[in-house]
């Protein structure tokens, strides 16, 4: 009954930006953490950025200085602004939140679809 959707990937030159948002809906009691993920052929899905509930963040060691990650709790979003992209960048990325439900009693992972991000001149 809770999806995740992500927008914003694309195609963008080296050195550009891209803002990717991600929108939870459904029977949301709460979000704890929510992260940003991406995942390259025949490879394991990596970590990019995490933020807490609290407000705290982690990122990568590949995309620190260059991305941000912000959430909006109120709209139970969260946004990956992405700065001087370079074509390794080019992912699939995946949302990420721990949710609870309303009619349940723990926090469950659930992942978007994914979205396409392509860095290329």
């Known amino acids: 009954q809770v999806q995740l959707v992500e927008s914003g990937g694309g195609l963008v030159q080296p050195g550009g930006s891209l803002r990717l948002s991600c929108a939870a809906s459904?029977?949301?009691?709460?979000?704890?953490?929510m992260g940003w993920y991406r995942q390259a052929p025949g490879k394991q899905r990596e970590l990019v950025a995490i933020?807490?509930?609290?407000?705290?963040?982690n990122y990568a060691d590949s995309v620190k200085g260059r991305f941000t990650i912000s959430r909006d709790d109120a709209k139970n979003t969260v946004t990956l602004q992405m700065n001087s992209l370079k074509p390794e960048d080019t992912r699939v990325y995946y949302c990420?939140?721990?949710?609870?439900?309303?009619?349940?009693?723990?926090?469950?992972?659930?992942w978007g679809q994914g979205t396409q991000v392509t860095v290329s001149s």
């Open positions: 459904g029977s949301i009691l709460r979000i704890n953490d």
């Open positions: 933020t807490s509930k609290g407000g705290g963040t």
């Open positions: 990420n939140a721990g949710i609870l439900r309303m009619d349940r009693t723990r926090y469950i992972d659930y």
